[in-house]
Every structure is written in structure tokens, then in C-alpha cells.
């Protein structure tokens, strides 16, 4: 059916939007089944263009959803009933929010004749969600609804991303009406800037070309801004020779292989970051936030640099450091103009970055990531750095839960390109890895997927397994498995005298009958000289894989920025003993997250 | 120092207060759609911005926009914050500080009035008092018996206080009052 005969055509509600997602590009949908959106499967069930992926519960249709929008670069959309359905995808909701992904979420609504009478799997949707969306709409008339999910993937995948909500009662989706297609001319009160004015891009190159200690310091809007947004980025660190450190969502933007990479920062980043960023002149943000967990104690945030921030969100310019040089506007768009200002009217001296580029190396030498080998335990650092080793040629994506994996992931599985890392940074949700690469595999069938996974984590959103099974998406969950939430209890030991409560599993499950149960196949190890074998056995299994690494209880992840503190008053790991740790956090501190 | 101060927003805010707060009236232009309102009023709630008064209504009919006109208390920083977040929220067309505003043009404050209809209830001399303040500020009778005046009365939020406060003692009753409506002096829109 072309999309001719599709304009302005008359069609019933549920009709609309399986027409509205095929002509906004979609191809899979993440979704549960439930009675305010029956009308909406029956349309699903009749067509083959969209294919719907059933998980097993909302949240994982979300996380799902996420995955597959942060390694495609385009919109993951779910589809949940009314209620619960709705509520479940709140998790989610707000996850993409603060890591600024683009999603569409259709909810159910009840009929609009029901709405306020707290009928059966009644919410207010739209209520609930409005903080944690970028924008919602409850759609009472047919005749927009085409027109309200196509400005919803508008508003979605524009500007600075994130999710959006379309709640459609159930009489809505039965009712006829007109479907107008996607429409260019978008609603006035929304036009995001995307081009960065010249003469702040001029200040910008002008103050960093007389730096002597500069720093870029980029993040996940540059990722967000597209493929070539990265490819500027390498670009600029070529030309002026300046250092590059990312956060935890920027990871893959500029090549960890790359010889100015100075590695992560913020509270797990490196030594050589995090001085770099106290000590620098001229530091560049692109596409970063300036976030907690980068800064630590903003009094003491490199104070003596001036500081270029580029950013498409207003609001995120000047709410936590204050920007010498601010640049609104498209990341993207902002280093074209910065490269080909840099070209035309300076020259980098490469010679006068010397004792800069020394003094990095120094701090370098210090090894941070450093940890201690053991040949009768697995460390959990050496997992991942075999993990690494043994799939970095392969065409790979991660995925990982949140807590102390979550960060030796970060600091030892290395990224050569952008959209190969899903995380759940700002929310730090725990569950997020396992159903996200279930949505990377859909999105890349061919791909080897792994998320890196905690213990404690996985079993959040364990059930996606059945999903992943049912699909037959090969994802493999490698869980590090110490019995603890790991990262919990290195706060009881930094924070609260070492008593460790709750923080400890007693009864795990066995993950490989766990894995078997499903119809997936499991894997454990406990040997360092057997980890790559097993490896490699999971990697060749066509089907999802539990890999139950089991890793040294009681190993914490280091170095840190213990809260309150700032970036030169790092905890490294061959000073971390026992009385280090219990002292790390003062007073004023441990009131802090 | 470049790090900047704010109570609210980041755990790590724990330093001293610099910045000495102060009160601004902020312009909001709107579409009038379902939801608007608590859009705004819920990013104050939600990110922890105090709103002192607040006045909602449509201004043009026919774009269907709607002017919000918020009264907010907080430092420099902080009222910059809310303004960019205010301009966030898709249905947000234009956001205006018109205190700052009014400083650019060289004015102290942009202008504010409020309405408050006061019912006063008495007998006597207190009741022939009523009626001779109200008439020295102005304020209007819009309903009375032989026992009771309704009055309105509009101005600034002082004038407003006073005469409420002069009428407590003369058989106040009841008070309704409006937020403020305001705008900048001189021949420019906002």
C-alpha cells in the first residue's frame, strides 16, 4: 500500500497508528498486550511491516526500547495498556530522560467517557508521566491522533532528545476519523536551536588557541548528534593535539585506541582525568552536563580554567558551573563551525602542549585502574579486561546493569566507536542491561550482544530472558557474580562502619539451570585459567547465554572521588586499605548520594 | 571561584549561600492546551522553586495563548535556571523575566496589579468608616446591604495589604485576591 493512498484517508483510531509508526520509519515495537489496547494488537496481528516484540513486563519493554534506540540513533517505541502497563513504564520513562534518549511510548487509556471514574486499570497517564517525559498527550479526538504521534516522534528525536508519552483511550482507537501523514511544519512553540552563533565559536577557538593545559571533555550529546558529530570530535582532537576525556555516556565518541585519550572521569574515572580536569586552563565541554558524578565538589571544580560549554539545552548551560564561553546549539552543527574556524585562523603548537602532555604521563604512571591479580580467583577487572580481549575484533555491543560492574566495565572494556555502549548514567537504574540488549539484538541480529551484569541486577528484570529466548536474540549476560550489591556495600564499608546491611545475597539462584529453565544455556566459571574457554564458549552459543562469572567477593572499585571531595583528592586503589576507605568520607559528605 | 551556589538541584550544592535572593515577576506565554498549567506549576514543585503568586489566563483567543504570570523568589542563578526550564516545556513560547527586563530599561520594577474584592460586614460607625477608607483608596462598592459591602479594589500588592489590614477591625469577613498582573512600561511587547 503506498503512502499515497494513505493521505487523508478515513480509518479507525488503532488503524492510525500502526499507519502513523510505519510512515515515521518504525520497525519494531516493544510491547504488552492488555484490554485498553486491544484495538491497537488487532491492527498489529494484521500486518507484517511492524514487528511487535512481546516482553514480559512493561519495564523491559522500555529498556528494551532504549537499547534499541541508543545503538540505532533512531526512536524506540513501546506500546503498553492502560494502568499498570503505564505505570511500570515509568522506570524507563525517566531512565531516558536523564540519559536523553529518544523514545514513543503509546499507552491505553480507558474510554474517554470513563476517564475520572477510577474505572477498572484506570491511571492518569499523563498526570504520572509529566515529569519524567520530555513532553505528553492524551488524545480525546481521532481526528489528532495522526497528527499528535507523528509531532510526538517529532519532539522526541529533535532537539535534545528524550521520551514522549501518547495516552489514547480505547473509544479513540475504535473511532473513524482522517489520518493526515507526517507533516514538515512543526508547532511554533517549539524550535530547538540547533545552530551555535559564530562569534561565541570564535571566542572559543581564540581562548583555546592560547591554552597551555586545555581539556575536552565530551559527553553523550555527542553521541546523540549522530555518527558525524564523532567523527568531528576525533577531527578536532587531531588538529588542535589537545587531550580527550569522556564521561561514562560518552564512551565511544573519541576511540579509546586513540593517543589523546586520557580515559573516563568523574567519581570512577581515571587519575589522569580527573587531574587533567583540576589542573587544565581551558577546559571544552561538548555535549555534557557537568553532573555530580563528573564534578565532585563544585567549589573545588577546576578552578582555575576558563570553560567552553557547548550544549543544545539551555538550561543545562550555566545550572551547576558557570560557562566562560557558552555555545548553544546542536553539538554536531557547533564543531563543524569550531573545525572550520580552527583551520582557517589557528595553528596548533603542539610544542606548547609538551610539559602539559608530561605532566598527564606522570599522573598516567600512576596506573589507577590498577588491581591485584590472583590466580585462584577471578577479579572482576580481569573478566572484563578477557571479556575485551577476547571480542574487541568482533562486531560488539555492550549493555550493563548499574553498580560496581558497571564502572569496571566502563574502565576496562574499551570503545573505538559510538552507539557499541548502553548504560543507564543518570538514573542508574539496576534491571536496565539485560532487557536493553535484548532491544540492541533486534535492532543488530547479527551483532554480538553482551550485557555486563551484577548479580543483584540482573535479577531486576530477569524474566526478559524468556523474551530474548522467544525471539531468538543470542544475547549473553555475563554476570559478575560476588553474592553482594557490590556497590552498595563499598558505601557501608566507605560510610557506615563497615555494617553491611542487606547488601548481601543469601539465596542466589543457580544462573545455569536458571539459564536452561528458559531454554537459554548457562555457563559458570570460578577459575582464571579457565575464563577464556568459557568465553569463547558463550560466544559461540547461537542462543541467550547465562554466564555466572564468579568473581572475588570483596573487591571494590577503585579509584574513586569519595563523596564531597574534588577531582585531586582521588581515593587510588594501592592507598584504599581497610582505614583509608572507613576515613574517606567526612561529615559533611555522607549526607551526599 | 567559578562553581556556582544554588539549595537546590545537586547533592553537592553544600557550600555557602553567596548570592542573596530576590523577587522577580516572570511572563509566560503559553498555548492554551490541557495540562499547560500543570506543567509550570509542576517544574516549580518538582525541582523545589518557590512560587509566591501566580495569575493564568488567555490573552489571545484566537492563537489560543495564555499568559502566565508567576511571581518567584530566588537568587540571579537560580531565576535563570527556571527561566531556561520554563522554556523547555514544549507548549512554552516565550519566557520573559520582566523584573530583569525593567532594569534593562532603566526602570526600578515592571508594573503589578492585583484585585481583591474584601466583604465587610457592621453596623454604625464602623460601617460609615468602611466606606470612607474605601473611598480614600479607591476601592469600589460592587454589592451592599444594610449590614454588608463588597468591595473591589485594585493596586499593588502594599496598597492591597493595607487596606485589608485598616478594614480587620471594621467587620472583615472575607477576602478573595487575584495574583499579580503585570507588564513593562514603555511602547515595546514582551
Request: charged share 20%; net charge negative; proline share 5%.
Amino acid at each position: 500500500m503506498s503512502s499515497g493512498q494513505n493521505e487523508r484517508r478515513e480509518m479507525t483510531g488503532a488503524e492510525m497508528v500502526v499507519q502513523a509508526l510505519k510512515d515515521n520509519g518504525v520497525k519494531h515495537v516493544f510491547g504488552y498486550p492488555g484490554g485498553a489496547v486491544l484495538p491497537i494488537y488487532d491492527e498489529i496481528f494484521q500486518q507484517d511491516e511492524v514487528e511487535h516484540i512481546l516482553v514480559r513486563h512493561e519495564q523491559g519493554a522500555g529498556h528494551a526500547a532504549e537499547g534499541y534506540a541508543r545503538s540505532t540513533g533512531k526512536a524506540g517505541v513501546l506500546l503498553v495498556t492502560s494502568g499498570p502497563g503505564a505505570t511500570n513504564a515509568v522506570t524507563p520513562l525517566q531512565d531516558a530522560l536523564m540519559d536523553s534518549i529518544p523514545l514513543v511510548c503509546l499507552t491505553g487509556q480507558v474510554p474517554t467517557s470513563l476517564i475520572g471514574s477510577d474505572a477498572f486499570q484506570e491511571c492518569d497517564t499523563v498526570g504520572i508521566t509529566r515529569p519524567c517525559t520530555k513532553h505528553n498527550w492524551l488524545v480525546k479526538d481521532v481526528n489528532e491522533l495522526a497528527a499528535t504521534i507523528h509531532e510526538a516522534f517529532h519532539v522526541a528525536t529533535t532537539g535534545r532528545p528524550g521520551p514522549v508519552v501518547v495516552d489514547i483511550p480505547k473509544d479513540v482507537q475504535f473511532a473513524k476519523g482522517i489520518y493526515v501523514p507526517p507533516q514538515t511544519a512543526p508547532r511554533t512553540s517549539y524550535q530547538p536551536k540547533v545552530q551555535g552563533d559564530l562569534e561565541k565559536v570564535k571566542a572559543a577557538v581564540e581562548l583555546m588557541a592560547g591554552a597551555k593545559k586545555p581539556i575536552i571533555y565530551s559527553g553523550g550529546g555527542v553521541i546523540n548528534s549522530g555518527p558525524e558529530a564523532s567523527h568531528l570530535l576525533r577531527e578536532l582532537v587531531d588538529l588542535t593535539g589537545f587531550p580527550i576525556t569522556t564521561t561514562l555516556m560518552g564512551l565511544g565518541a573519541y576511540p579509546a585506541s586513540g593517543k589523546n585519550w586520557v580515559g573516563m572521569l568523574g567519581m570512577h574515572g581515571t587519575y589522569e582525568a580527573n587531574m587533567a580536569m583540576h589542573d587544565c586552563d581551558v577546559m571544552i565541554c561538548i555535549g555534557a552536563r557537568f553532573d555530580d558524578r563528573i564534578t565532585g565538589r563544585l567549589t573545588a571544580f577546576s578552578p582555575n580554567s576558563k570553560k567552553i560549554h557547548i550544549d543544545i539545552d539551555p538550561s543545562s548551560i550555566n545550572k551547576n558551573v558557570h560557562a566562560d564561553v557558552p555555545i548553544l546549539g546542536d553539538v554536531g552543527r557547533v564543531l563543524e563551525d569550531l573545525v572550520r574556524l580552527w583551520r582557517a585562523t589557528a595553528k596548533a603548537d603542539k610544542k606548547a602542549l609538551y610539559p602539559w602532555w608530561e605532566q598527564i604521563a606522570k599522573w598516567r604512571a600512576r596506573d589507577s585502574l590498577a588491581y591485584k591479580m590472583n590466580n585462584d580467583v577471578i577479579m572482576p577487572q580481569y573478566a572484563i579486561q578477557r571479556l575485551y580481549a577476547l571480542t574487541k575484533d568482533m562486531d560488539t555491543y555492550i549493555t550493563t546493569e548499574v553498580g560496581q560492574h558497571q564502572m569496571w566495565a566502563a574502565q576496562h572494556y574499551h570503545f573505538d566507536k559510538p552507539n557499541r555502549w548502553m548504560t543507564s548514567g543518570g538514573l542508574g537504574t539496576m534491571g536496565y542491561g539485560l532487557p536493553a540488549a535484548l532491544g540492541v539484538q533486534i535492532a543488530h541480529p547479527d551483532a554480538l550482544v553482551i550485557d555486563i551484569a551484577g548479580d543483584a541486577s540482573v535479577q531486576m528484570t530477569m524474566q526478559e530472558m524468556s523474551s530474548a529466548v522467544q525471539y531468538e536474540a543470542p544475547i549473553k549476560i555475563f554476570i559478575l557474580n560476588n553474592q553482594y550489591m557490590g556497590m552498595v556495600r563499598q558505601w557501608q564499608q566507605l560510610l557506615h562502619g563497615n555494617r553491611l546491611s542487606h547488601s548481601y545475597t543469601e539465596a542466589m539462584p543457580d544462573f545455569v539451570k536458571l539459564a536452561e529453565a528458559y531454554g537459554g544455556h548457562g555457563i559458570r566459571c570460578d577459575k582464571p585459567d579457565e575464563l577464556d574457554d568459557a568465553i569463547r564458549e558463550m560466544i559461540s552459543v547461537k542462543k541467550p547465554v547465562l554466564f555466572d562469572c564468579r568473581v572475588a567477593t570483596l573487591a571494590n572499585c577503585f579509584p574513586m572521588i569519595p563523596s564531597g571531595k574534588a577531582h585531586n583528592e582521588m581515593l587510588l586503589p594501592d592507598e584504599a586499605t581497610d582505614e583509608a576507605v572507613a576515613n574517606a568520607i567526612d561529615a559533611k559528605g555522607r549526607e551526599l548520594v | 571561584m567559578n562553581a556556582q551556589l544554588q539549595p537546590t538541584g545537586s547533592a553537592y550544592f553544600i557550600a555557602k549561600e553567596t548570592e542573596k535572593p530576590e523577587t522577580h515577576t516572570l511572563s509566560v506565554l503559553v498555548d492554551n492546551e490541557p495540562g499547560v498549567l500543570a506543567r509550570v506549576i509542576g517544574l516549580f514543585s518538582g525541582r523545589g522553586y518557590n512560587i509566591e503568586s501566580l495569575t493564568v489566563s488567555e490573552t489571545e483567543h484566537e492563537k489560543h495563548l495564555s499568559r502566565i504570570t508567576i511571581v518567584t523568589r530566588g537568587t540571579p542563578h537560580v531565576l535563570e535556571q527556571i527561566k531556561h526550564q520554563l522554556e523547555r516545556i514544549v507548549p512554552v513560547h516565550r519566557v520573559v523575566d520582566l523584573t530583569v527586563r525593567s532594569h534593562e530599561l532603566g526602570q526600578e520594577r515592571p508594573l503589578e496589579r492585583e484585585l481583591a474584592l474584601v466583604k465587610v460586614a457592621g453596623t454604625g460607625d464602623a460601617r460609615v468608616e468602611a466606606l470612607r477608607l474605601a473611598d480614600a483608596f479607591r476601592a469600589s462598592v460592587i454589592d451592599a446591604n444594610t449590614e454588608h459591602f463588597i468591595f473591589e479594589i485594585t493596586g499593588k500588592g502594599s496598597k492591597l495589604d493595607q487596606f485589608i489590614a485598616i478594614m480587620k477591625p471594621l467587620g472583615l469577613v472575607e477576602i478573595c485576591r487575584t495574583g499579580v498582573a503585570a507588564m513593562n512600561r514603555g511602547p515595546q511587547g514582551m
